[in-house]
Every structure is written in C-alpha cells, then in structure tokens.
C-alpha cells in the first residue's frame, strides 16, 4: 500500500489550521512544524496528529519545510500551507493517481479566494504549484520566502484544486503583505539586487496593469480591483524595502 505523508508548516495559525488538518484526515501520516506559535496552534494540531515539532526559530519557507521533509516517511509527500484545504475532489484524485503512475511529482491547481470571494480571473488565473511529490526525488529551494520544488524525473498534473484562503478578511491581507514585502526585500538584498524610487513605482504599476487589464482582473468586480490594488501595493513595499537596505550602511 503506498503511504502518502502531509506536512505543514504554521506559525499562529489557530484560525486557518482546523479545517486544513480535517482536509486530510486520509493521509496515512500529518506533520507539522511550528516556529513558536503563541495562539494555540501546536494543541490544535494534536488533536489531529502526533507529530507536531515545534521549532524556536524561524529559518524561512524553504528550509523550515525541507526539515518537515527530512520526518515524513511516506512513499509520497503532499505540501500545504495552513491557509490550503484539499477538496474532496481532489483528495480522491490523489489517492488514485500515486498507486499507479511513472511521474515523480505532480502539479496542482488553486482556486483561490480574496476576502471570501472566489477569484477567477488576474494574476492567480491559472495559477497551479508542484505540491505532490515522491519522497527522495524533491527537495524545495532554500528561499526564504516563496520557496518551490527541485523535481528530479517526470512532473504530471492533477485536474482538481487545492482551495486556497490567503486573505480571509482585509486585516490578514495588510498583515502578510507588510511581511511577505519585508521577506522579499530581505532575500533581494542578499541576492545582490538593487532599487530605487522609480524602480518601486514602475513594478507597481506594472503589476495592477497585468493583473488587472492584461489578465482581467476587472472581471472579478470588487474584489478584482481590490487584488490587483493589494497586489500593486506589496510590489511596490517590496521594492521600496529593498531600496532603503541597500542605503543602510
């Protein structure tokens, strides 16, 4: 029987990981690894799973989750965030497709919501993630934040999606968009790169264009707007970050 291993990363997650751990109540193995939640999160994962490690630092996305990787045992691995549900769909499909294939990995899609509105169109329009994988034939990349896979062997794709919560309600949205942006001007810095002013503005603007108009995003009414706006802002934190490390002596 193949045995399919779930691992979570979480940091004050109380309110998302519930119903990201009922999701996959199939697995045959869930591990979570925690950098010192203070709501609770690691009690209300263990009523769900036994393994729950909960770490005192925070090393960033990629290597907090290829040390998740290093504790499953599972012949597969399923990645999700806690804002991520499997669908009942897609937990069949799943199941299904590790018994009997010659791909490695697997590419799925995301149906992603914005302050409780499914978006279907701008940037997350097709939007998919390699999140299932054979154990030793991936590890994710050492990025701090918004780390990807390193397949080795044939990657197939999965028809039904992961359903995806980033932003539940505005308060979430400005929060993770102040850290996601600090994050990201972090690993620029480190990678060698450089900003300015203008370099803030044009991404920017460039982002709410191609979401928005390119993409569009304005078939999605209120909450397209909102995104492409939300998403124009974080580009231009990012940058504008970037821009003051880089004057820092």
């Known amino acids: ?9 979480t940091k004050n997650e109380a309110h998302n990981i519930v119903d990201c751990l009922k999701s996959v109540s199939f697995a045959d193995e869930i591990i979570v690894f925690d950098s010192g939640s203070t709501d609770g999160t690691p009690e209300l994962c263990r009523a769900y799973t036994d393994k729950v490690i909960v770490t005192p630092d925070w090393p960033g996305d990629g290597p907090q989750k290829n040390r998740a990787l290093q504790k499953a045992t599972g012949e597969w691995i399923l990645c999700l965030d806690a804002d991520e549900r499997v669908s ?3 937990a069949k499909e799943l199941q299904s497709s590790i018994k009997n294939t010659t791909d490695t990995a697997f590419d799925i899609p995301y149906q992603s919501t914005y302050c409780g509105k499914t978006i279907r169109f701008g940037d997350w329009r097709g939007e998919s993630h390699i999140r299932l994988f054979m154990r030793g034939k991936a590890q994710f990349t050492e990025d701090i934040v918004h780390c990807h896979l390193q397949v080795q062997g044939n990657i197939g794709k999965l028809k039904n999606p992961i359903i995806h919560h980033p ?15 600090s994050q990201s001007a972090k690993a620029l810095r480190a990678r060698g790169k450089k900003a300015s002013l203008y370099t803030a503005l044009s991404h920017s603007f460039w982002s709410f264009l191609r979401g928005y108009i390119l993409k569009f995003g304005f ?21 504008l970050k970037l821009m003051y490390l880089c004057e820092q002596r």
């Open 88 to 90: 009942a769909s897609l």
């Open 219 to 239: 078939l999605d009414g209120r909450e397209g707007l909102l995104l492409a706006i939300s998403n124009a802002q974080g580009t231009f934190y990012r940058y």
């Open 1 to 9: 029987m193949t045995k399919l291993t779930v691992i979570v990363i």
């Open 167 to 181: 932003f539940l309600h505005l308060h979430a949205m400005i929060y993770k968009m102040n850290d996601y942006s």
